[in-house]
């Protein structure tokens, strides 16, 4: 079961117990506590130390840094056998609180371990010449993919060259000039003929600016209009019939040059296809032997060959000159003619590339950065695309591998979580646009074809974020199989306080720092014991260790130390602790100023101190408050008013109901529990949940109902159930620190101390003035079973006076209460 205590709208989640108590006879001695029960823990209790000569080392720099993870062995189990496993839908789901290493291990199994796998393919897209919206998809060779790639460059760059001298040449141009005059001649012989047949009618055929003309002849000459209509009538006719018959021969001759120039252009294009096609032939046949064993390369080489022949004219655009030139290589961003030609290196093919396993890591998993996406540039006030401007997105890149992404950051990114289940389930990667996958309407653009999916998704993400996923989405279950759960700590022992020496050395070599001495690494442990809350278990938050160690070598170098020291750590520790406690250091100062009140001396009847944590990111302080109760006769009834005003949570609420069942347990036998008691955490502003404070609450309400002052210089934590037991909360050690400080800040004089769970004295790791000031007998600490060694410390009376007082108090009110009451009320129904 999870506890949880919530002050001030921060929660704290709290441990079980370890071990269930039932009474205070069936308590033993723990840690320091002596059989009085009302003696205080001894101050090795307090805090489980190390002995800096019982690691059997002067420092980190004789050690091996360790290879890997500590006390994880569950959870990398779980990774190998999830990288492993090949089915598409065991995919793995890496979970633990953060800093814990989870990201390293993953990377590091596969780093070492996944070498030797076969080599993932290269990706390219290539024009689709019959649907250019099409992009079609080719598979390659790992590293054939650049060598396809510049082998088309090279292929352009020499037809850019070779087809402009061809065409410029001797031999071309002789045998176009060859259909030129054969058509032109044909032409020429036709006239030559009509022109002789009009010489011997006497009528010449003239060519003007406008075409052809025709006029009769006289005497060798060109008879003018004028004088022609002074001529006989009967010579006229005749003129003009011979006119229009060499008119009509003239009509049908010319009306045959369209059709001999479309032979002659056929002619010329049959020419032109017929050099085209032999320079084309020739700077392609290397890139096709080189591709001999890739059937789609050649396919598409044969139809990139047609396209050339078809359209040689590009490569004539770059005007008149030496055939011979050297021209510069193809541009493929601002030569617009032969983008048609290249290669998208789509994946692979890049240099630095490496033909090996993939293993992809993509920080900002949004819907392009996953899927890929289909870029555009604008040209001349449009946006233009085409399939060299598909990008390849991250599934693409591990495709044949691993891709490693953050749960959180995906689940975040719209579209993105979609996508890639639709890509898994699938097994498939269609580059597409996010608005196409809802429905929406979009500007027309290219569909390329899609590329086969084979990758191993690593999800890495927090339990709880796990387990809201297999709730709230049937999918995840079904895709994400394998389950990596990383612990936070490990037991306490001797052989895991080395181990713990070597991982600090391991992030000594890695951050390249000083060398820890024996003290420092005890200081560490220590703190890793606090870290994990409990004096038994150490904290693998390597990312939390990492950080101290940094620090602590930043001091040490401040010191002109060679080696971090056991001070530097502490150091470190203080001053993180004292950047983040501005709001704690404000809270107590309103304490001190009475602002908040809080009581450390003196006693008062309904009165107790409880103790609270406030949680701000990752540093955590206690807090006393406050908890007053007030009784009177009534109908069996304990208000929590923080309930009733809405501010206290499900389990406060369950808290103070377990009140009430303590009190009808223990009390209410025979007569009816005629109480009215009212119960609130006093300058509470903010939402109180969990039930830690439940045994303050009821200490407070026994004192009011016994009428039996509580010591305010001692403060309370704990839960408590309906037999009385006092149960494990979590926070203890701030709790302590907490109450400490405040009466640290009026001075100690001996009577101060805090109440806690007597399963919690495992969990105590409090700081060492604490310690100290139990040590010199200036602060206390009890620890408790039950409600009546509690209610002994805090009132100084017998728990069987404090009962019977309340008893008799509840026996009384029972009495007004049928005193008040009519006949008919008081009869039973």
């Not at 290219?446 to 974020?465: H, N, Q, S, Y």
């Not at 060398?515 to 890793?528: K, P, Q, S, W, Y």
């Not at 010191?559 to 502490?570: F, L, P, Q, T």
Request: hydrophobic share 40%; aromatic share 6%; glycine share 8%.
């Amino acid at each position: 079961m999870i506890f949880k205590w919530t002050k001030g709208g921060k929660s704290q989640a709290l441990v079980p117990a370890a071990a269930k108590t039932t009474s205070a006879s069936a308590r033993s001695e723990v840690d320091g506590a002596s059989g009085d029960l009302r003696l205080p823990l001894t101050a090795d209790a307090l805090r489980r130390s190390v002995d800096p000569g019982s690691l059997g080392f002067k420092s980190t720099a004789e050690l091996e840094p360790i290879d890997g993870l500590i006390g994880q062995d569950r959870a990398l189990r779980a990774i190998q056998f999830g990288a492993d496993m090949k089915a598409h839908d065991f995919n793995m789901f890496v979970l633990g609180p953060p800093s814990t290493g989870k990201s390293t291990a993953v990377k590091s199994y596969l780093a070492h371990k996944l070498r030797p796998e076969q080599h993932p393919s290269d990706w390219v897209y290539v024009n689709d010449f019959e649907t250019p919206n099409r992009p079609r998809a080719i598979r390659l060779p790992c590293g054939r993919a650049r060598e396809f790639s510049l082998g088309m460059i090279k292929a352009i760059d020499e037809l850019r060259a070779t087809l402009p001298a061809m065409f410029e040449g001797d031999e071309y141009q002789t045998r176009k000039r060859a259909i030129d005059e054969a058509f032109r001649a044909g032409q020429e012989s036709a006239l030559e003929g009509l022109n002789r047949k009009a010489q011997a009618q006497n009528i010449a055929i003239l060519r003007t600016p406008t075409g052809f003309a025709m006029a009769p002849i006289l005497e060798g000459k060109v008879v003018k209009p004028e004088v022609f209509m002074q001529l006989p009538e009967d010579m006229r006719r005749s003129v003009e019939t011979k006119i229009e018959a060499l008119q009509t021969e003239l009509e049908a001759l010319l009306g045959q040059a369209p059709k001999s120039d479309k032979e002659r252009r056929h002619k010329l294009a049959a020419l032109q296809d017929e050099v085209a096609t032999a320079a084309i032939h020739e700077a392609l046949d290397e890139l096709e032997a080189a591709f001999a064993d890739q059937p789609d390369v050649i396919a598409h080489l044969v139809a990139a060959r047609a396209d050339m022949i078809r359209n040689a004219a590009l490569f004539l655009a770059d005007g008149e000159g030496d055939g011979s030139a050297i021209k510069p290589p193809a541009d493929t961003s601002r030569d617009a003619r032969f983008r048609r030609y290249l290669v998208n290196l789509f994946v692979g093919g890049q240099p630095g590339d490496v033909c090996e396993t993939p293993v992809v890591e993509e920080a900002n998993p949004t819907y392009g950065n996953l899927i890929g996406r289909i870029e555009h540039v604008a040209q001349m006030g449009n946006m233009m695309t085409d399939f060299l401007l598909v990008k390849a997105g991250a599934l693409h890149r591990a495709n044949g591998g691993y891709l490693l992404l953050d749960a959180r950051k995906l689940l975040l990114s719209q579209f993105a979580w979609e996508a890639l289940k639709r890509a898994i389930k699938g097994r498939q990667i269609k580059v597409e646009q996010p608005t196409e996958t809802v429905g929406m309407m979009t500007a027309q653009t290219l569909d390329p074809a899609p590329i086969p999916l084979d990758v191993k998704v690593i999800l890495f993400g927090d339990r709880e974020l796990y387990y809201t996923l297999a709730q709230a989405d049937p999918d995840f279950a079904r895709l994400f199989k394998v389950q990596a759960d990383f612990d936070d700590t490990i037991a306490r022992s001797s052989d895991n306080d080395r181990a713990y020496a070597r991982l600090i050395a391991s992030i000594v070599k890695e951050h390249s720092l000083k060398a820890v001495d024996a003290g420092g690494v005890a200081r560490l442990i220590e703190e890793g014991a606090r870290l994990a809350d409990d004096r038994e278990k150490l904290s693998i938050e390597i990312g939390r260790i990492a950080d101290i160690v940094r620090e602590a070598d930043y001091w040490a170098g401040q010191e002109k130390r060679k080696v971090i020291a056991s001070a530097d750590v502490a150091k470190a520790i203080d001053e993180a602790r004292d950047r983040a406690s501005r709001l704690r250091d404000r809270a107590q100062e309103m304490v001190e100023r009475n602002i908040v009140l809080i009581d450390t001396a003196g006693s008062a009847v309904g009165q107790i101190n409880g103790l609270t944590v406030q949680q701000l990111g990752t540093f955590a302080f206690g807090r006393p408050a406050r908890i007053t109760a007030r009784v009177r006769m009534g109908q069996g009834r304990v208000t929590d008013i923080e309930r009733e005003v809405n501010l206290g949570g499900p389990l406060h609420s369950k808290g103070v109901m377990i009140l009430w069942g303590f009190l009808a347990g223990r009390y209410a036998h025979d007569t009816p529990l005629a109480l009215a008691a009212s119960l609130v955490f006093e300058q509470s502003y903010g939402g109180v949940d969990g039930d830690s404070a439940s045994s303050a609450e009821l200490y407070a309400l026994l004192s009011a109902l016994a009428d039996a002052p509580i010591n305010q210089a001692l403060a309370v934590t704990g839960a408590v159930n309906q037999r009385g037991d006092v149960q494990a909360i979590g926070g203890v050690n701030e709790k302590i620190e907490g109450f400490f400080d405040l009466c640290a800040a009026r001075g100690l004089d001996g009577t101060h101390g805090v109440l806690i769970p007597q399963a919690n004295t495992q969990h105590l790791m409090v700081r060492e003035d604490i310690v100290e000031a139990v040590t010199d007998g200036k602060f206390r600490i009890y620890a408790v079973a039950s409600i009546d060694e509690g209610i002994e410390l805090l009132t100084g009376r017998p728990a069987a006076d404090v009962h019977a007082a309340v008893e008799a108090r509840l026996a009384t009110f029972a009495r007004q209460l049928k005193a008040y009451q009519t006949p008919q009320e008081a009869t039973p129904s």
